[in-house]
Each structure stands twice: as structure tokens, then as C-alpha cells.
């Protein structure tokens, strides 16, 4: 690589992913010019959200979304609020914004994330996320009988959140497989989710599905094995994809997998263009998508940034990490699981002690530069 100034823009700034890459280069590359791309001017706290979603009995508007005025501690990085339309990949290479600019980049990385359903969807206007909350806070507020459509983590956390609040409020959770969660995690993990719910009055539907959300005004809906379910709040919890499309129409369909995630080299690197890291919950990882697996991309991929951009040609791989979740049940309970060993499963205690209380707000806002 010559010696002039090489512009590395990252698109996403997620608070364990994009943003930490941006800093780690801005740090290590003094001479290039860093760029972070994000829709909102601040990075959300997204295991925060089904706590500030359900209710406003927490100051999480004010904690959990963390605005980047403090991520930079070097004078040639900066941040740009935007959405990137496309990206045009040749040897002057550029992203283009929905508002029109273009920006160039010699390195791009990409952190696009996932898009959500329901009450997680959060609107790219930055002027419509607060409304956005308050909508679905008032909704919550108003349903007495709550559906939660899909029994993954994001589902169990609802409720959880939901019992927390209003203790009477019937909340029933329909989940496809005949266990919460998935099977990659042990049986034992996801029984003992299923008892702290159902101590909870939480009341489960394994092994069925809702193939149609009620329309606005039913007080009802129905499930592919024939159960009718009381509601007046149906919200699907079901899992998210890939934030991508922008990615297949720029560089082409092959760029993405059947599921629409990205393909990279286990350095990260897309296929066909070595100028272009991705990472996080968008990328073809055999591996559950969670903030820790981004976190673990974004360190290899900053050290491989660096070292494209000074002339390296060993880069280093990504090469998996076990699987580690810790999934809530209200501020008071939990349950986690550690994929080392012969799998080690832990209890509310735990699950408090790490996540269930400050549902990891001080950490994060720690790594992009609060101290509080």
C-alpha cells in the first residue's frame, strides 16, 4: 500500500461492533481517515430493548442509547448519521447515502445488523424512534392479554419484562419447537427457562406455530394446530435477517447466501473483494447470532484492516467461539448457558449477577467511552 491517506469507512455502529472497529483503526491507523456510518446519532443497547420497549419504569431512553461523541480519542476519525443506499465497489470505490452524499473508501466495513419485526423494528428516523417506544409502551400498557409470537430469547425476555410490570396480565408465549429456544442449546438449559416462565403464570404453546397476525380489533388469534388464544396485543418475538439487501443489489446476488447473509473468508473479507470486512449478525457464521459473536468479529477484523492497509499479507481468521448466553426473566431472574466444558448451565443468581439487573448497560456504555 502507498503511503497517502487511506479512507476506511465502517457502515453500522453498533456498540460491540462497528464502532469498536472504527475506534481500533482510528488508534492504530493515525495517518487514515476513519468514517463510522449509522442511521441513528447514537448506538442502541439492543439487550435493553424489551425492558425499554414494555414500559417507561426505567430511565433506559436516557442510558441505553448511546450517542459516539465520546467514542473517538483521535483527531482523524468521524461520524456520519446516514442510511447507505449502495455501495459501488471498483478501484475508487464509494458508498452512497440515502440523502444523496457519496463517500470514498479504499476499506469498508460492514456492520449492518438485522432487521427486526414487531416492537424491536426500530425506524431509521432518528426522529421517530422515541415515538416509536412510546407507541408500544402504551400498547403494552393498554393489552391485558398478550401474545408473544416465537420463543426465543427475544420472546422469554418479553414476558419476563411484561410480569414484571403488571404481575396479572396473562402473557402466553407460541413457540414452533417443542422446547424454548433452539437445539443448540441442551435440553436442560431450556427446560429450566420453561419452569421460571411457568412459575410466572406464563402460560407456553410448544410446537405450534401463528402463521397470521390478527388484524387490528380482533380480540383473538389462532394457531396452525387449531388453538384460539385470548388477545388484545399480539406481537411477533420471532427472530430477525439480515440487514443486507443493499449489499446483494450493489455487489451482486452471490454476495449473499440463501438466508441473505453475507459470505466472508475467515478473515472476514468478502469473497470476491478483500477490501471489504463484514461482521456481526449479517455475516455466514455457522454460529448463533448474539452482541458477543460481533464483539469477537470486530476484534479480528480491526487487526486485519490494519494489516491490510499496511501492507500485510497475513491476516488473521476467524475461527468460532463457543456459544454463551445469559437470557433474562425480569430484573430478578434468568438463566445462563456456557458452551466449554461439558456445558455449563447457571441460575437466576447468576443470570442477575451478570445481565438481569443492568441488563449490561454500564459495560457497554463503558466501551464507547462513558464512564457512567
Known sequence: ???????????????????????????????????????????????????????????????????????????????????????????????LLKDGKQLPYDVLVLAPGSIWEGPLNIPDDSAAVKPFIAESRAKFAGAQSIVLVGGGAVGVEFAGEIKDIWPSKKVTIVHGADQLMNDTYPSNFRKGLEKGLRDRDIHLILDDFVDDLPSPGDTSVKTRRGNVISADLVITTRGPRPRTDFVGKSLGDDTLDERGQIKVKPTLQLLNHPNIFAIGDAINTVEQKQVMKAIAHSAIAAANVVAYLSGSAKLKEYKGSSEVIVVTNGKGGGRAYMGILWGITLGAWFARMIKSKTLLVPMTRGSMGYKS
Request: overall charge neutral.
Open 1 to 95: 500500500m502507498d503511503k497517502q491517506v487511506k479512507n476506511v469507512i465502517i457502515v453500522g455502529g453498533g456498540p460491540g461492533g462497528g464502532s469498536q472497529v472504527a475506534k481500533f483503526v482510528a488508534e492504530k491507523l493515525p495517518s487514515a481517515k476513519v468514517t463510522l456510518i449509522n442511521a441513528h446519532p447514537y448506538a442502541i443497547s439492543r439487550p435493553t430493548l424489551p425492558r425499554m420497549i414494555v414500559s417507561d419504569t426505567n430511565d433506559l431512553l436516557d442510558t441505553a442509547l448511546i450517542p459516539y461523541d465520546k467514542l473517538f480519542t483521535t483527531p482523524n476519525a468521524s461520524f456520519v448519521e446516514g442510511v447507505v443506499e449502495s455501495i459501488q465497489a471498483d478501484k475508487s470505490g464509494h458508498v
